[in-house]
């Protein structure tokens, strides 16, 4: 069966950390393009921060950058999002999807609402509050 299981989500407080984990199974994440989106009830999903497995090329939306960082286990098979110094407008439920071709610019993975997306997890809620 060919999964993503997310987990690593909760509530913490302001200026604290989560890390969450995105687990593939049923196939390898070698070569894929993961990406890490959220969303908040009544707003657009949004791109978060996306990764090529094949040459290594990330991205990050603008809020992110500086506080949180992708990266890959290929031997776990696990995708992660370290989140630092979150903020209360980073609540929302995070999401991990997958694209067996990832683009010429990993951008695209993130920002272009259209793409159509391999497979998807079954999200996990982060919550920033004091």
């Known amino acids: 069966q060919l999964q993503l ?9 302001p200026g604290g950390s989560l890390r969450l984990s995105c687990a593939a ?9 993961i ?9 657009e999903r949004e791109g978060v921060s996306c990764i090529s497995n094949r040459d290594g090329s990330t ?9 949180f960082t992708i990266s890959t286990n290929n ?3 696990t995708v992660y999002l370290q989140m630092n110094n979150l ?16 683009p010429a610019i990993i951008q695209a ?3 272009i ?9 079954q999200g996990t809620q982060v919550t920033v509050s004091s």
């Open 59 to 67: 991205y990050y939306r603008d809020s992110a950058k500086g506080r």
């Open 113 to 121: 609402s259209s793409y159509v997306m391999d497979y998807w997890g």
């Open 87 to 102: 903020k209360p407008e980073d609540t929302a439920v995070y999401y991990c999807a997958v694209l067996d071709t990832p």
């Open 109 to 111: 993975m993130c920002v």
């Open 75 to 77: 031997a776990k098979n």
């Open 5 to 13: 299981v997310e987990s690593g989500g909760g509530l913490v407080q």
């Open 35 to 43: 990406g890490w989106f959220r969303q908040v009830p009544g707003k």
């Open 25 to 33: 199974s049923g196939f390898s994440l070698d070569g894929y393009a």
